[in-house]
């Protein structure tokens, strides 16, 4: 059965940062997309960044680039979403996913796996 386990979320100020870490496990993924989503309060669940299973390519929410950078270690099944600068819009659930296709980046009704979140606030 798949698996993906998200970690890292908490309580940071403004201005500060986070690493969270997403652990996939029961099948390989190799050549999956990977994806960060995030679902902030009384929101829809939006497009955060992806990244191909080479790390070759990737992409970000426009409102993103800059402060977020997006990572995987393929030999450990895990991906990584570093966050600085944070801000109190930063604020939501955050959910690693998985498809089967070489390149998915934003299309999240295209993903095929889904972890259960980890909640990220930013205080002001």
């Known amino acids: 059965q798949v698996q993906l386990v998200e970690s890292g979320g908490g309580l940071v100020q403004d201005g500060g940062s986070l690493r969270l870490s997403c652990a996939a496990s029961g099948r390989t993924f190799i050549g999956y997309t990977m994806g960060w989503f995030r679902q902030a309060p009384g929101k829809e669940r939006a497009f955060v960044a992806a990244?191909?299973?080479?790390?070759?390519?990737?992409d970000y929410a426009d409102s993103l680039k800059g402060r977020f950078t997006i990572s995987r270690d393929n030999a450990r099944n895990t991906m990584y979403l570093q966050m600085n600068s944070l801000k109190p819009e930063d604020t939501a659930v955050y959910y690693c996913a998985a498809d089967k296709g070489p390149w998915t980046g934003w299309a999240q009704i295209e993903y095929d796996y889904w972890g259960q979140g980890t909640k990220v606030t930013v205080s002001s």
């Open positions: 990244i191909t299973w080479s790390g070759g390519r990737t």
